[in-house]
């Protein structure tokens, strides 16, 4: 079945009712305003989450994929405003990586929901990124499947060892960018999306002191 996008997918994995309108730059503005919301008001920021969740019970059009960590300080409807059910895509993992659930993940989100915007979103101290810089500088291993989630960190660790400024920062800031790269070419989906000026996928980095998120082109 032909999505929205001009895709072509099983009709298995198709979505119904209509996609987002937004464009992703309508959709980062969107993010970015969320953001400010989140910093100055953060008392408006509950969601009216009955009527809200009978509006979406019979489809969705999210207007924005985030790959975020799964770091219990970092959930992104809370940090974008108090963004309601229905709206965001989201895939949480340690480290926010793109591995194959999360491609696959990002991949029905802009290929079958039509979601215009993809955001990597890395953050302040995250334990991940931490551990990959502990691969690099003290040869750590780490046990079960830790070791080869974080080895997926590591090249962006080593890109950036011995960079002027803090280690863990460099690598937090390296691995987003990295990642969102990865998922903006090696997708064909994707890459096809972005391609015709469909989507874009952007990194950036929240700050847990301060609220912020900042983005990267």
């Known amino acids: 079945m032909a999505t929205g996008l001009g895709l072509s997918m099983p009709q298995a994995f198709a979505a119904s009712g209509p996609t987002t309108s937004l464009t ?3 959709a980062l503005a969107k993010l970015k305003a969320g953001n400010r919301k989140y910093l100055d008001e953060p008392q408006v920021c ?12 019979k489809g969705q059009a999210p207007w924005a994929t985030i790959v975020s960590c799964a770091d219990s300080r ?3 409807e809370l940090l974008f405003g108090g963004v309601g059910v229905g709206e965001l895509f ?4 340690a480290g926010n990586m793109a591995d194959t659930a999360t491609m696959g993940t990002i991949e029905y989100g802009s290929g079958v929901l039509g979601v215009p915007l993809i955001v990597v979103l890395g953050h302040q101290r995250c334990g991940a990124v931490a551990a990959a810089c502990e691969v690099v500088e003290k040869k750590t291993l780490f046990p079960g499947s830790i ?3 974080v080895d997926a960190i590591v090249p962006a660790a080593l890109a950036v060892a011995g960079k002027p400024g803090s ?6 800031h390296e691995s987003a960018v990295r990642t969102a790269r990865k998922i903006a070419t090696e997708s064909p989906i994707i890459a096809e999306l972005v391609k015709k000026g469909k989507v874009k996928v952007v990194a950036g980095r929240y700050d847990l002191e301060d609220g912020r998120v900042e983005f990267f082109a």
Do not use: H, K, T
């Not at 509950?46 to 019970?57: D, F, G, I, M, T």
């Not at 280690?167 to 937090?172: E, G, M, P, R, V």
């Open 90 to 93: 989201v895939a949480r993992n």
């Open 74 to 76: 970092v959930p992104p």
């Open 46 to 57: 509950a969601a009216e989450l009955q009527s809200q969740r009978a509006l979406v019970a």
């Open 147 to 149: 070791g080869p989630m």
């Open 167 to 172: 280690f863990l920062d460099n690598a937090i």
């Open 24 to 26: 992703a730059d309508e």
